[in-house]
């Protein structure tokens, strides 16, 4: 068995860009007397948060516990009894609390809401392989859909290019707050979005079959696996003209990208762990509506499997899904955690917790719903040290909800990004 | 209209006398020990619910209701009762409408398409939803004729139709839609103008030929031809087929509402996305609205204000409303999820639960058979496992005229609830631009 490789986190694009940005964001600021676009509500730096039950992932929940938070960190996490709430310190109460929710896999800010041309840009048809399509290139920060998620309670969002290519372009992982990508952004490049079986050929003429494809692939990924090899070369005359496509591709090979494998059939989830065995790659199986006849091979591959959403439609390579995927996957001891996913039509996004309230619904553990939410993504991803729980030091990303958070009749009634209120139900 | 409906009536007395044989219960049967939520009337917390013959017998208190001594006795202690949902907007059923060739079908029917047997039927069944108005999509004017079912287990469509009216041999209602979907290439409209004038336009022809009826006075020699489509839209002016009318935008909300007024016909408001911002406006129409739940806004321009909180507004407005899946939109499994959206952005219990029951018969012209637990009603009920707006509860049994047609302990029922394995095949095609 291959050992999965974590990829490193990659830096984020050169600091020149974001200086620009950042000057056009102040001059925009100063020039433009129309209320600002930030969702920002509060900007205490200083806030305490009390609640009847607080899920701080870290240990049991907490009866009557207080969350401090201090200049957009956690700064003390404890029972009421034990934590005293300083002066000046802006209190909100609520009756559940949980670290910001993290949306394993999405395509909002590339597609927006609207759902005409001029807002769908996560998936480009002009080639089917087109590893060097950056998400952060197509991110739009102020995407009602963004919002929406945030008012939702989803914090961190891991989008990018859509499933429908073999290999549709690079996803990134943002906060739901910031007016721009560099505002928003966690990681830059995060995964290669890769699809096996039939959404292809509906999409491209070439390929036309679901093996054409993996032929495709497997060709560029051996010419990846040489350039790669090529890159590392010590001599400067060795290494190869710098090729966007092969870059992407050969950072997959070197463990510092994922392999985002979207198959659902059982046939293609095969051809993904297949595939896995012969590269290397680190990978993430997603999707995987038929995950449950292959419990032991997923289990055996080690792979973390970002379940589609629980209430996917069911039809053509769907039709198989079940409400009750996550619960087995759960019980065969498979890493899994929950995605919005894409949809074409309405609605236009999904909601990360409302899929893991059906799957809970339909009998999986609620702590180890909350994980595959919060702590299982964050250490996925690796964001353990910032995102996933209420620890001192750590984000200051949570939601108070007024009730049991996968309940139907349950909202948010806050949201907290970095510390600051970006949410506030009426 | 006598003459041209006599080979109907053969075949609806025949259909009715099917249907009798397939709902058949000899034996009394007695659910008592569970919460019964009547809807219309209290709701008993250790209520008895008695059925026979197809319809209610008594519901009450435990010790306030006699259980006949033959009857069979579920113990449904622990758990809740509550009339079997009523579905006034669903694609279940693989049927389909009007083709390209036309943007107004009225003489299209649904019914004569509906595959009996299709897995959709149990999986709505899974969701406890026993009548359905099963309707060709939106991408027309006119896309045809919908039917209203009661999701019995049969072979034939004629052993599902609710009722059938004796005099006119109604089953159903009719489709419309206004807004971007029936916009295309000719002989499809361009615009929303031309949408209203080219509806208008046939519902003037149908007064016409109403009028050449009328004036016939059932003298088979001065009788009109038989023109299917015309003769539908007769049946819309007098009353006796309802109008379903797909909309989204708060213009065309008031479109609809401006030609249901001129015509004077029986209209329903369907998924209606800016009822928020009408809301008062539809309150005073008197038109019903019959809402839909989805997870997020947008995905299509006309959808991008379709907010959960137009249930509590359109409540407060005092209008007459219900919730529908258009399944494969959403799923019939999870139907009673969408009233507890609702009540997250405040719709009261009360009316989230007539908006998936009594509400909904009222827009079908069922109230006289379901949507409620009253004696005499259907026996149509469903046993849940806990509170039904919560997301711990499952439906257990589902039950249509004193028959138990689903069961969450059948293993093959079961199935249909989780689904996987093959069991839902096709049930989701077909109507994805139509909505």
Redesign the interface.
């Known amino acids: 068995m291959l050992t999965v490789i974590r990829p490193f986190r990659s830096l984020k694009y050169p600091t020149a860009t974001l200086g620009l940005t950042a000057t056009l964001a102040l001059l925009a600021t100063l020039l433009c007397l129309a209320p600002s676009a930030s969702s920002q509500i509060s900007a205490s730096s200083q806030i305490a948060v009390i609640a009847d039950t607080v899920y701080t992932m870290e240990a049991e929940p907490l009866v009557n516990g207080v969350v401090l938070i201090r200049d957009g960190k956690i700064e003390r996490v404890g029972p009421a009894a034990d934590v005293a709430i300083p002066d000046g310190y802006e209190r909100h109460e609520g009756s559940v609390v949980t670290p910001g929710l993290i949306d394993a896999r999405s395509v909002v800010g590339l597609a927006?809401?609207?759902?005409?041309d001029h807002d769908q840009d996560q998936l480009e048809r002009s080639h089917a392989l087109q590893p060097d399509l950056r998400a952060i290139d197509a991110y739009n920060a102020r995407e009602?859909?963004v919002g929406?998620l945030r008012q939702n309670g989803i914090t961190t969002v891991h989008t990018g290019h859509a499933p429908g290519a073999i290999v549709s372009g690079q996803t990134m992982i943002v906060k739901t707050a910031g007016r721009t990508v560099d505002e928003a952004l966690l990681d830059s490049t995060t995964a290669l979005a890769i699809t096996l079986g039939p959404g292809v050929r509906n999409q491209f003429d070439t390929p036309g079959t679901r093996s054409r494809g993996i032929a495709m692939l497997r060709q560029e990924l051996i010419r990846a696996a040489d350039y790669a090899e090529k890159r590392r070369s010590g001599d400067p005359d060795r290494r190869p003209d710098r090729d966007l496509r092969l870059d992407a591709l050969a950072d997959m090979l070197d463990g510092r990208l994922f392999a985002l494998i979207t198959a659902h059939t059982a046939q293609d989830i095969m051809t993904a762990l297949r595939m896995q065995r012969e590269f290397g790659f680190p990978m993430l199986l997603d999707g995987a509506s038929?995950a449950?006849l292959l419990l032991d091979e997923i289990r055996e591959a080690g792979v973390t499997v970002i379940l589609h959403p629980t209430?996917i439609?069911?039809?053509g390579e769907t039709?198989?899904?079940?409400?009750?995927?996550a619960k087995k996957l759960s019980d065969a001891g498979i890493p899994f955690v929950f995605q919005s996913g894409y949809?074409?039509?309405?609605?236009?996004?999904?909601?990360a917790l409302?899929e893991a309230?059906?799957s809970?619904?339909?009998g999986l553990d609620r702590m180890a719903a909350l994980h595959a939410l919060t702590t299982v993504p964050a250490a996925l991803f690796g964001l353990d040290d910032r995102l996933g729980s209420l620890r001192p030091g750590k984000d200051a990303d949570l939601v108070i909800f007024n009730g049991d958070p996968?309940?139907?009749?349950?909202?948010p009634t806050h949201v907290f990004i970095d510390g600051i209120l970006h949410h506030q139900a009426e | 209209m006598n003459i041209r409906h006599r080979f109907f009536l053969i075949f609806v007395a025949f259909s009715a006398g099917i249907c009798a044989a397939a709902t058949a219960q000899d034996r009394p049967v007695a659910v008592t020990g569970a919460q019964i939520i009547t809807v219309t009337g209290e709701t008993h917390e250790s209520g008895v619910l008695v059925v026979h013959e197809g319809r209610i017998v008594a519901v009450g208190e435990a010790g306030d209701v006699a259980i006949p001594a033959d009857a069979g006795v579920i113990d449904a202690t622990g758990k809740v009762v509550m009339p079997g949902l009523v579905d006034p907007h669903s694609h279940i059923g693989e049927g389909d409408g009007g083709d390209r060739s036309a943007a107004l079908h009225p003489d299209v029917r649904i019914m004569d398409t509906i595959n009996p047997r299709s897995d959709s039927f149990r999986r709505a069944l899974a969701g406890g939803v026993t009548s359905v108005n099963v309707m060709p999509g939106s991408g027309h004017l006119i896309s045809g004729q919908t039917v209203y079912l009661k999701l019995r287990r049969v072979n034939t469509v004629e052993e599902m139709l609710i009722y059938v009216d004796e005099e006119s041999g109604i089953y159903g209602g009719l489709k419309l839609a206004n807004g971007t979907n029936p916009l295309r290439q000719p002989p499809f409209p361009g615009t929303r103008a031309k949408s209203a004038a080219m509806v208008r336009a046939l519902f003037i022809r149908a007064r016409e030929y109403q009028a050449r009826i009328r004036a016939a006075q059932d003298d088979p020699e001065r009788m009109p031809a038989r023109d299917l489509a015309l003769e539908t839209l007769v049946e819309v002016l007098e009353g006796k087929r309802i109008v379903h009318n797909h909309t989204h935008r708060h213009d065309d909300v008031l479109t609809a509402i401006r030609l249901a007024d001129e015509f004077g016909y029986r209209m329903v408001l369907h998924h209606v996305t800016d009822a928020w911002k009408v809301a008062d406006e539809i309150a005073a129409s008197g038109y019903p609205a019959s809402i839909i739940y989805?997870?997020?806004?947008?995905?299509?321009?006309e959808?991008?204000n379709?907010l959960p909180k137009s249930a509590p507004i359109l409540e407060k407005a005092g209008a007459d409303f219900g919730f529908h899946t258009d399944d494969?939109?959403t799923?019939s499994?999870?139907f009673l999820?969408s009233p507890?959206?609702g009540?997250?952005?405040g719709l009261s219990r009360q009316k989230a639960l007539e908006s998936v029951t009594i509400a909904n018969a009222r827009q079908m012209d069922i109230t006289g058979r379901a949507g409620s637990l009253e004696p005499g009603k259907d026996a149509d009920f469903i046993i849940l496992s806990g509170d039904p707006?919560?997301?711990?509860?499952?439906v257990e049994q589902t039950w249509i005229e004193g028959v138990k047609v689903w069961d969450i302990d059948d293993p093959e029922d079961r199935k249909y609830?989780?689904?996987?394995?093959?069991v839902?095949?096709?049930?989701?095609?077909g109507h994805?631009?139509d909505?």
């Open positions: 927006g809401y609207f759902n005409q009602e859909l929406f038929e449950y209430m439609r069911l039809r039709e198989n899904a079940a409400f009750d995927t949809e074409s039509y309405v609605p236009k996004t999904r909601v409302f309230s059906i809970v619904g339909y996968f309940e139907y009749t349950t909202r | 989805i997870d997020s806004p947008g995905g299509k321009l959808a991008i379709l494969p939109v799923d499994r999870l999820r507890a959206f009540m997250r952005e707006f919560s997301v711990y509860t499952r609830a989780t689904g996987g394995y093959k839902i095949r096709g049930s989701a095609h994805h631009h909505h």
